[in-house]
């Protein structure tokens, strides 16, 4: 494996202040195409400077041929491109050779969401008289009444709530810390779950989730039993935690937040992020109008 990967990993840590989960993602696609190179070039001890426009453009393609959506494949390739502007600005290439290679055309797709109803069903859905299922139901309740983002709820500690000021302290992207209000109903499921754990007051253990074998919570785990629930409550496809952060949001629009305040609770670094979820309120809006207003159809019986 090439150092510069090593030493580029460090630099996001560090310097860019990335998350865990996001430098795992850049290291393992960087591996990808590092393994890619070397199979390509059938030699073991390749280095960048020896990367050609031409090799990334068949690891794309082969990437496609492989079936690997057109979001996969686009992220791929940003971790290859922030890789080399980095090799460019430490001087072990003179020449970007990744700069003239634009991102696959993504699908425009609106976010997936659940209604109130279904939203409101899915917080009880998990059983009440075991630390598990009190555990689930505070990693629900989370997702939905604040909108976080699952790497920051594994992340968050016991000392991270603040029940007196009623406020949660959520370490986001690029270690921006942010303020998240804590709701009567995940308040009132928090201190039924550390009433259930044992370690709930001792120093030893100050991370808020773990399995059941006293490990660290961790993503596979929470996608399996968030995706298990919203299944028996939808038939929707792409059903995962980032469902609830985007039913979050809507919800919020639906009910007269104002963008600006939305994007704070998400922790978006621009509006623009956040303007996309105007767009599925506006399709709602639209639908319910059409369902409605007596004069919306186009057979309402006038000529």
Same mark, same amino acid.
């Given at each position: 494996?090439?150092?510069?990967?090593?030493?580029?990993?460090?630099?996001?840590?560090?310097?860019?202040?990335?998350?865990?989960?996001?430098?795992?993602?850049?290291?393992?696609?960087?591996?990808?195409?590092?393994?890619?190179?070397?199979?390509?070039?059938?030699?073991?001890?390749?280095?960048?400077?020896?990367?050609? /426009?031409?090799?990334? !453009?068949?690891?794309?393609?082969?990437?496609?041929?492989? &079936?690997?959506?057109?979001?996969?494949?686009?992220? !791929?390739?940003?971790?290859?491109?922030?890789?080399?502007?980095?090799?460019? =600005?430490?001087? @072990?290439?003179?020449?970007?050779? @990744?700069?003239?290679?634009?991102?696959?055309?993504?699908?425009? =797709?609106?976010?997936?969401?659940?209604?109130?109803?279904?939203?409101?069903?899915?917080?009880? *859905?998990?059983?009440?008289?075991?630390?598990? &299922?009190?555990?689930?139901?505070?990693?629900?309740?989370?997702?939905?009444? $604040?909108?976080?983002?699952? &790497?920051?709820? %594994?992340?968050?500690?016991?000392?991270?709530?603040?029940?007196?000021?009623?406020?949660? =302290?959520? *370490?986001?992207?690029?270690?921006?810390?942010?303020?998240?209000? *804590?709701?009567?109903?995940?308040?009132?499921?928090?201190? #039924?779950?550390?009433?259930?754990?044992?370690?709930? !007051?001792?120093?030893?253990?100050?991370?808020?989730?773990? #399995?059941?074998?006293?490990?660290?919570?961790?993503?596979?785990?929470?996608? !399996?039993?968030?995706?298990?629930?919203?299944?028996?409550?939808?038939?929707?496809?792409?059903?995962?935690?980032? $469902?609830?952060?985007? /039913?979050?949001? #809507?919800?919020? +629009?639906?009910?007269?937040?104002? %963008?600006? #305040?939305?994007?704070? +609770?998400?922790?978006?670094?621009?509006?623009? /992020? $956040?303007?996309?979820? /105007?767009? @599925?309120?506006?399709?709602?809006?639209?639908? @319910?109008?059409?369902?409605?207003?007596?004069?919306?159809?186009?057979?309402?019986?006038?000529?």
């Amino acid at each position: 494996m090439w150092i510069e990967l090593d030493q580029f990993i460090h630099y996001l840590n560090y310097e860019r202040k990335y998350s865990r989960y996001t430098l795992e993602s850049y290291r393992n696609d960087l591996a990808q195409f590092i393994e890619f190179m070397e199979e390509r070039t059938n030699y073991s001890q390749i280095t960048p400077k020896i990367v050609e /426009t031409i090799h990334i !453009k068949e690891f794309l393609g082969q990437l496609m041929i492989s &079936g690997l959506s057109k979001s996969s494949i686009a992220r !791929k390739l940003s971790a290859i491109k922030s890789f080399f502007r980095y090799l460019v =600005r430490i001087n @072990v290439i003179r020449e970007n050779v @990744v700069i003239t290679i634009s991102s696959p055309k993504l699908d425009r =797709r609106l976010p997936v969401i659940i209604d109130i109803e279904r939203a409101n069903k899915l917080m009880e *859905m998990p059983p009440n008289d075991t630390i598990e &299922g009190v555990r689930d139901r505070v990693i629900l309740e989370l997702l939905y009444g $604040t909108g976080i983002r699952l &790497g920051e709820l %594994l992340s968050l500690k016991m000392s991270d709530l603040d029940f007196s000021a009623n406020i949660i =302290r959520v *370490m986001g992207k690029r270690r921006k810390e942010r303020i998240l209000p *804590m709701g009567s109903k995940l308040r009132k499921v928090l201190k #039924t779950y550390f009433l259930l754990r044992e370690d709930a !007051k001792s120093e030893k253990n100050k991370r808020l989730f773990y #399995t059941v074998k006293g490990k660290d919570l961790y993503p596979l785990a929470v996608q !399996k039993m968030v995706r298990m629930y919203l299944s028996k409550l939808s038939e929707q496809e792409h059903l995962s935690p980032h $469902t609830l952060r985007h /039913t979050f949001a #809507t919800h919020l +629009l639906d009910k007269g937040a104002d %963008l600006y #305040t939305v994007k704070e +609770l998400l922790g978006h670094e621009s509006l623009s /992020t $956040t303007q996309i979820y /105007t767009h @599925v309120s506006m399709d709602r809006l639209k639908k @319910v109008y059409q369902q409605s207003h007596p004069r919306a159809s186009r057979d309402n019986g006038s000529h």
